[in-house]
């Protein structure tokens, strides 16, 4: 990091680096503008005569699992976060790593939580050289304040399939909690005391990793079934008490917002989607686990229900909200990506057509299409959107990084892709002139829905006209923001940033979409 | 074919050619011996914008689906085989390039069946240039006869995922039978009209081809539910009236041998499994769709019963007699590699504990382990078995290749591998001084059970201790071999065979165990 970064305007006017940890990149050329070329990575062959005949891998500890894979100083070790804040996982290796004494690692979890703060201190003891991945609070600020020897890299949940599977980050060992797993290394995320859920995040890192560790404290005969997991593609398996805090793995209840203003959003959103024709026979949709979200879905069910309308799918992150929607016959199936919460769970154990999804199959560009596009419409978050439609999910408008990604960059390939949002938090406002950090261009963000009004896209004539006669508040964007910036005494400020690039956004498609800069 | 082969003799001590269709080979090293190296194959980076957004990739027919992947002389075609005898597309496919006028393709199907010896017309004409797969029937003759331009290449199930994992065969094009599938490409065969069950074999053809065809005759809405083939894979889906012809898919019932002498050799196995302590709770076995293999099941149901025994879980190819030990609560699962019977295609539909398996989870060498190491015991045939307890599956003692080998190698790796067999075949000894074709080292063979008596290898002292004392027949090979020539006037002829390989026999590793010799 002491030398002089090179930087690049890229297709968005954005100012990028051209090389990042040692390995050049391509900057951001406009939405389908990159085209890859070359194989896909691929993984060592390896034989069935060094693996236990009888199909029992399990070592003592994690510590001699990493040992057996041959750790060593900067080495990329991988982990999920289908366990969130609840994980004990990710800690358990790095600390055996720490203790096995090895230096300068790649840490590529797929996100980190609060919960993980304390690989700040493996970095401060070089133990950790910096972070691929999303950073949730603590580590997204301490790479803000440019404390990470080396940079940032947000990837979507697509783009994180994406640069493993074409070999931008080749993983030396992938560490996988499995809430249930057999001695073979079969894993499943939707039984046992731990149950998260899909394991699906975790699915490119057991086909790609030169070695893989299966840790889980649920172990059961083989076969462990459904296998997302694979059995084939583990070297060991590692028995622990635990694997988590389940408490925080998933929450027993995922709470509707109680906001009046949140609900309006909501019941706007809902609207929309019938008013504009979306809602119809064999439609389908996708929301998160936020309180907005889920207030969208109770909403929408009720008006599914008055008109007789059934759903061919629907998108997880699962909540109880999409299981009753299954449950009561109002969509044939739920394709989730991740298990938010105990109903969830209970549903993708029991219901087989409630299906566990992986990046691959949802997400990653760089396949033969993936269905994130076939999503009617899908309702989103973001930090901040700007009058050109372009959004922010990772930083908030002070610079400070403290989200990351997830699907959110995927999920605007849908068809009709909707920002939801309070018009502002805390006083600020979050439609502004310029987004802090882009993580969204402005062309695929079609519309957005504030409890003052919704503004679609110009570019989307079809549904400006498809919702004329409307009762719904429909806006323009710039009479929104205008009057949010009344109420909130004018525009944000500024962040206070450096010229210093402390991490940096991946578009889908393995491109460099922005910066995050430190800040001063 | 014309330029003087070199052969070297194996581990086995059979003469093998060095060099195959241009292709340096591996002669046989002896079991666990040959260590690979090197990565796996690779298919092409890929990307989204290149595909519908809207997922839709249905073309008119399958000769512009070929056309779309760039269809060339010398390509390699790829088909499975789970519609077995009652498959229409791989003809299909081949008559489509046929009309394009392409030459010298490779055809490369998981097995190939009597009904499609019209193959043998388009290697008259040139379309074809060989085959490499199991040849049964008239395509294998057609071989031995040494009619075929390439040399024939006999792989197991495991060794055809292994060779093209291996990057040892390069799929540019696969065409894939489908019972369902959706637009996008997602393919399950438990479904539609023409349902199969398992499409196992086809996964590795769409995971390593370039380029991915589905063929279905029953297209439904995306999602298909489940999608054992992933349109995240697939380039192209044609819809045509029919797949094949249902009866010959499935049989209605797979029917048990009424035949006494298989009758005894069936119980003999059922007792030798329970007399040996290897029927027991927890167990798993491996049978065939065979008219002894079902009897055995049987017999092996009623002792199960008897003893209160449950098995953790049993391996098809399933018939309605592994479903009613799943119904019966005698097994916790089947494992399922292809799906034999009506009973068995409603099962793998139905009931989530018969789970689709693929030849990476169950059969290839080349993973970290594989599950038939895992099964206690499994029952098989053989055309020939000599005193060393080396067998034969591929030709017959005339020397006529006519079976393919199926998963039988792979269950070689078995506890307890068992051959039931009747000690003669049309009045010719089934136990020979050695075997015309090495299809399974002796090493690895541990019973053969005949209805004279059960040979037990004696490498395998364990289970000679164990079945001290039971009222089986347990005699030495020879004695068994001696009883049959003084029924049958003496030993086989040996074949008349010409010094010119015409096929070659791998081993589940991917080197070469045998050859097979044209005929005089």
Redesign the interface.
């Known amino acids: 990091m002491a030398a002089k970064l090179e930087l690049a305007q890229n297709a968005a006017g954005r100012m990028v680096p051209t090389t990042v940890n040692g390995r050049q990149q391509t900057p951001y050329l406009g939405v ?1 503008q ?16 060094e ?5 029992d ?1 399990r070592v003592a500890d994690l510590e001699t699992a990493l040992r057996n894979c041959g750790l060593q100083d900067g080495m990329v070790i991988s982990n999920h976060h289908h366990l969130r804040d609840g994980d004990a996982v990710a800690l358990m290796a790095l600390q055996a790593a720490a203790k096995i004494g090895v230096k300068d690692l790649l840490w590529f979890p797929s996100a980190s939580f609060p919960s993980q703060k304390s690989a700040i201190e493996l970095m401060e003891k070089g133990v950790i050289h910096h972070i691929e991945g999303s950073m949730n609070g603590p580590l997204g600020d301490y790479c803000t304040q440019g404390k990470m020897r080396g940079m940032g890299i947000l990837r979507s949940h697509g783009g994180r399939w994406q640069a493993i ?2 070999g931008e980050v080749h993983i030396d060992i992938a560490v996988i909690a499995a809430p249930t797993a057999d001695p ?2 079969n894993a499943d995320g939707s039984h046992g005391k731990s149950a998260c859920g899909s394991l699906g995040f975790a699915l490119a890192d057991s086909t790609y990793a030169d070695h ?1 560790v299966v840790v889980t404290d649920s172990l059961i ?3 462990c ?3 997302q997991i ?6 060991y398996v590692v028995e622990v008490p635990s694997i988590g805090d389940p408490s925080k793995i998933v929450s027993g209840t995922t709470q509707i917002t109680r906001s009046p203003d949140r609900l309006r959003i909501a019941e706007f959103v809902a609207r929309f989607l019938r008013d504009a024709g979306i809602m119809r026979n ?1 439609f389908s949709f996708q929301a998160g686990a936020g309180g907005i979200a889920l207030a969208f879905v109770d909403y929408l069910r009720r008006m599914m229900k008055e008109d007789g309308v059934r759903a ?2 629907v998108r997880g992150g699962s909540t109880k909200y999409l299981v009753e929607l299954l449950q009561d016959g109002l969509t044939d ?1 739920i ?1 989730d990506g991740q298990t938010f919460d105990l109903d969830g769970v209970k549903s993708i154990a029991n219901d ?2 409630h ?1 566990a999804t992986s990046p ?2 949802s997400y ?8 994130a ?2 999503v009617d419409a899908v309702v989103l978050g973001a930090t901040e959107v700007d009058v050109n439609f372009n959004a922010n999910v990772v930083t908030h408008s002070d610079g400070r990084l403290l989200h990351g990604i997830g699907g959110w960059q995927n999920c605007l ?1 849908s068809g009709c892709s909707i920002l939801a949002l309070p018009s502002f938090r805390d006083r600020i406002p979050v439609i502004v002139d310029e987004v802090t950090t882009l993580t969204g261009p402005g062309e695929l963000v079609d519309v957005v829905a504030t409890e003052r009004g919704i503004a679609i896209n110009p570019r989307r004539q079809d549904l400006l006209d498809a919702v004329k006669g409307s009762s719904l508040p429909i806006r323009p964007i710039q009479d929104i923001k205008a009057e949010v910036e009344r109420i909130c005494g004018g525009r944000p400020a500024r962040p206070k940033r450096s010229d210093r690039p402390v991490a940096i956004v991946k578009w889908v ?1 393995g491109t460099v979409l922005d910066t995050v800069w430190q800040l001063n």
């Open positions: 389908g990159y085209h890859p070329h070359g194989q896909k990575a691929a993984p060592p062959v390896c034989s069935s005569n693996y236990p005949e009888n199909g891998k599977q074409d073979f290394g893989v005969p083989f076969p079934i459904p296998w694979q059995g084939n593609n583990v070297d064999g061919r799918f199936y394709l087989p057509r299906v691959f199959t990653n560009y760089h396949g033969k299409g993936n269905f596009s076939m390939a498609d």
